[in-house]
């Protein structure tokens, strides 16, 4: 495809990406997201697929699919509010879509994560579980896009920045999401957190237009907990990343932002089978 062209392919999918992120509690028409991008309807389904990897139907599921995981986690609605939420006209219905990609029925899932005592990560962390490791980093730099509010809304950051990349040749198919995390989210109201989304890059990377410049990440040694399963779920990785393990071992972060590498695709990879280092910077 031409160099010219497929920028603005990229710079229109990118527009129905933030569209659907934001109007996922809407009814998303087809022919409306196909005018979002200035596409034909004929062709606009074809072209996402293409640049996305994905339907336009798989990234509202996955999206939809990922807000339940948390809302199940983090708040107090009844499972059939939660379904309704996700697009579902019935709680059977969600059920089956949402183990098919947790591997647990929402209540389950519910009752496992949230209500996780200290007992169960410990016998979790016994099984292999949370396994860190110190390691040596280089100092290296990070496009980044800046995300300001809930951390599950990330994602809208993710989408953007990748998509810049993949218009200024900055990454390739394999390259590993990063995210920089300033805040607690236990200390921090959720509207108020701060974090950053990008890549790793070899070079300064600046556009003011889109929000993208160049962060420098700190060299040094590193605790790194590699964790599996939904992101939704790394709150117990950090449980037992900044309780056990750091009390038992004598370690002290250093002052420095909690970074996370994602080392798996979340649109081909089961919630479940998801893979993420937890990295902090240690003293």
């Not at 948390?70 to 969600?94: C, N, Q, T």
């Not at 964790?227 to 972060?253: C, I």
Request: negative net charge.
């Amino acid at each position: 495809m031409n160099q010219t062209i497929q920028v603005s392919y990229l710079s229109r999918i990118e527009r129905v990406l933030s569209f659907i992120a934001d109007h996922l509690d809407d009814d998303l028409d087809m022919d409306d997201l196909a005018d979002v991008a200035c596409f034909s309807a004929y062709h606009f389904h074809r072209i996402y697929r293409g640049l996305v990897g994905e339907t336009v139907t798989q990234t509202v599921r996955r999206l939809r699919l990922q807000r339940a995981a948390s809302d199940l986690i983090r708040s107090h609605s009844d499972i059939e509010e939660i379904a309704k939420r996700a697009g579902y006209g019935s709680v059977e219905a969600f059920s089956r879509a949402f183990k098919s990609a947790f591997q647990k029925s929402p209540a389950s899932y519910r009752e496992h994560v949230r209500e996780t005592p200290v007992s169960l990560i410990q016998q979790e962390r016994n099984a292999g579980m949370f396994n860190v490791e110190i390691k040596e980093f280089p100092a290296r730099k990070m496009a980044a896009i800046a995300h300001h509010g809930d951390y599950m809304g990330i994602s809208k950051a993710f989408d953007k920045v990748f998509m810049w990349g993949m218009k200024h040749q900055k990454l390739t198919a394999t390259t590993p999401g990063t995210g920089l995390y300033y805040d607690d989210p236990s200390q921090v109201p959720s509207d108020q957190l701060r974090s950053e989304a990008g890549f790793i890059v070899d070079e300064e990377c600046v556009d003011e237009e889109n929000g993208v410049r160049t962060l420098d990440i700190q060299g040094g040694r590193y605790a790194v907990l590699r964790f599996k399963g939904s992101y939704a779920e790394l709150q117990k990785g950090y449980d037992y990343l900044f309780g056990p393990w750091l009390n038992e071992s004598g370690e002290t972060p250093a002052n420095a932002p909690v970074m996370e590498v994602y080392l798996n695709d979340p649109q081909s990879t089961p919630p479940s089978e998801l893979l993420t280092d937890i990295c902090v910077a240690l003293q």
